[in-house]
């Protein structure tokens, strides 16, 4: 499996004092010297950690792969259009949320998503959407026209070690499995740490695990370098 780094943290660190430290550039080279296949970053519609100017200068200067994760707007869809990422994954927003807590509504909005998606396709951007692993949203995101779904593993995560470990680990096999069959490709992320992704290799063919608070937390005591490098060989 390959492994996106989130870097948000960086910026949430940085922005607390307002001035340039730590930088969410150089945290992006030491995450590809340490050996990571790509760098995500949210850029929130309240600009709370990664703003436009980082995922601009991160653009041109990244040699693996840039990931922008951004809600579905028209502002979002604009920034893309004129930044060119790599890829683009589409995850739901909400201004009050600590973190992306659930997954996108697309069976309910289908004709908007494929509207929304296909300019970002034809400009070359590989389209994701971040989706709960709920087989009616699988069956959606196919037919809008998405290349990757990344399957929200927060439920798998909190579950982890409890009673409804199984029940949630399940859900996300059969989700990659009904995806797949659609022709899908499929990656995962959110609320993956150091004991829980171990069970990520259990699922057939997921192509990239996006992780970013577990890394940068754990960067805090052993350094940025390490804290990937431990990760990268959890999933190699
Ligand atoms: N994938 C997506 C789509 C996300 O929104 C996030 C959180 O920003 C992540 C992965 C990473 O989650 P975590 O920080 O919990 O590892």
Redo the contacts with the bound molecule.
């Keep these: 499996m390959l492994l996106g780094v ?1 870097i ?2 960086v910026a949430t660190l940085r922005n607390a004092r307002g001035g340039i430290e730590p930088s969410v550039l150089n945290a992006a080279l030491i995450c590809e010297k340490s050996g990571c296949h790509g760098i ?1 970053t ?1 850029l929130r519609e309240d600009r709370r950690h990664i703003k436009d100017e980082d995922v601009r200068t991160l653009s041109g200067i990244i040699k693996t792969r840039l990931n922008l ?1 951004m809600a579905a707007t028209e502002e979002m869809q604009r920034i893309a259009l004129d930044i060119l990422p790599d890829c683009c ?1 589409i ?1 739901p927003e909400r201004r009050q949320e600590v ?2 807590e659930g997954g996108l509504e697309v069976a309910s909005r289908l004709n908007m998503m494929k509207k929304f998606i296909k300019p970002l396709s034809e400009a070359g951007i590989v389209v994701s959407l ?1 989706i709960t692993p709920d087989h009616e949203q699988i069956e959606a995101a196919a037919e809008a026209g998405a290349k990757f779904v ?1 399957l ?1 593993t ?1 439920a798998y995560s909190e579950a982890y070690g409890k009673k409804n470990e199984e029940y949630e680990f399940n859900r996300l096999c059969s989700a990659a499995k009904l995806a797949q069959s659609l022709g899908l490709k499929v990656n995962a ?4 740490n150091y004991e829980n992704v171990h069970r990520m290799h259990q699922i057939d063919g997921l192509v990239e695990l ?6 940068i937390s754990r960067a805090v005591f052993t350094g940025l370098e390490q804290a990937v490098k431990d990760m990268l060989s959890l999933i190699a």
């Design positions: 989130n948000d943290h995500t949210h994760e994954c995850v973190t992306t971040f990344e929200h927060g992320g959110h609320g993956l996006n992780i970013g608070h577990s890394i």
